[in-house]
């Protein structure tokens, strides 16, 4: 079928493959009948649709992206949604990311030891150094030197910049990472199992009784607190393994102190 030689153009890491894929079949494909005669109108109807379900402004502004190049793969016109992807990442500006507080952080890690242990130590890592997830469960031990991880690897891939970057290690994740290398079963990896945190995660917060947060909001949780820490915006970035400064201040923009505009 035409379909699955569109989906054999995707190209990047297994996992980003995987979620375009995903994305295509379940958001794209079923509604878009005939690719060939789609038009502007079509595209902004399923615009709305995508926004009424609640997708977030980076998963839609995946979407447009992937329907412009199914389209003309099909043979279909080239549509500018220059103007649509612009208007959606204005809404995601206007989003506040969710992230712990210090006492919800702290009540969380308590309960993971106690509730799910497993989970524990990629949730700590998480929040101690603002790793993405595959990050975490990619870490070996020969990553760890001198009170620093390297980070140059993703469970199934190179990290998402295709870059390795240095994270200084702070006193309580360097007492997590020792009391895990005292009982490590000769493992090369930190975290000597992979799988799915985020159904574990949403368990534990409950116990908790905090607010349900995704892995991924464990390092908005990091990032967050460095900032409020007065952490330089750029060091948090390189920390995050983020390409451009811009990216952090357009994630993470609400949580910069006010600047003090008594400048004379």
């Known amino acids: 079928m035409a379909e699955s030689n569109f989906l054999d153009t995707f190209y990047g890491r297994p996992n980003t493959i995987a979620t375009y894929k995903s994305l295509f079949t379940k958001w794209i494909e079923p509604y878009l009948a005939d690719p ?12 709305k649709y995508w926004e009424r379900k609640s997708l977030s402004p980076r998963t839609i502004k995946v979407l447009l992206r992937l329907t412009k190049k199914y389209i003309l793969y099909e043979g279909g016109p080239s549509l500018e949604i220059s103007r649509m992807v612009r208007s ?14 210090l ?5 969380l890690i308590y309960t993971c030891k106690s509730f799910d242990p497993e989970l524990a130590l990629p949730v700590q890592i998480a929040l101690y150094a603002g790793l993405r997830r595959g990050e975490v469960f990619g870490l070996q031990w020969k990553d760890i030197r ?17 870059k390795a970057r240095a994270i200084p290690v702070n006193k309580k994740l360097q007492e997590v990472l020792d009391a895990q290398l005292k009982k490590s079963d000769n493992s090369e990896r930190v975290v000597t199992k992979t799988f799915d945190p985020n159904p ?9 009784s905090v607010g349900e947060i995704t892995f991924h909001g ?11 820490q007065g952490r330089n ?23 910069l102190k006010p600047m003090d505009m008594e400048i004379f």
Request: proline share 1%; with cysteine; glycine share 4%.
């Open 146 to 162: 001198s009170n620093t991880l390297i980070v140059s690897r993703s469970y199934n891939g190179p990290t998402k910049s295709g």
């Open 36 to 47: 060939k005669t789609c038009n502007d109108l079509r595209i902004r109807m399923l615009l």
């Open 103 to 107: 006492q919800e952080a702290q009540s």
């Open 233 to 255: 915006v750029k060091e948090v970035a390189t920390i995050l393994g983020h390409a451009d400064v811009s990216t952090t201040l357009n994630i993470y923009w609400q949580c």
């Open 200 to 208: 574990r995660l949403k368990k534990v917060c409950t116990k908790a």
């Open 218 to 228: 464990l390092r908005h949780t990091f990032a967050t607190r460095a900032l409020d």
């Open 88 to 101: 959606v990442m204005r809404s995601k500006q206007q989003e506040t990311v969710k992230a712990l507080t």
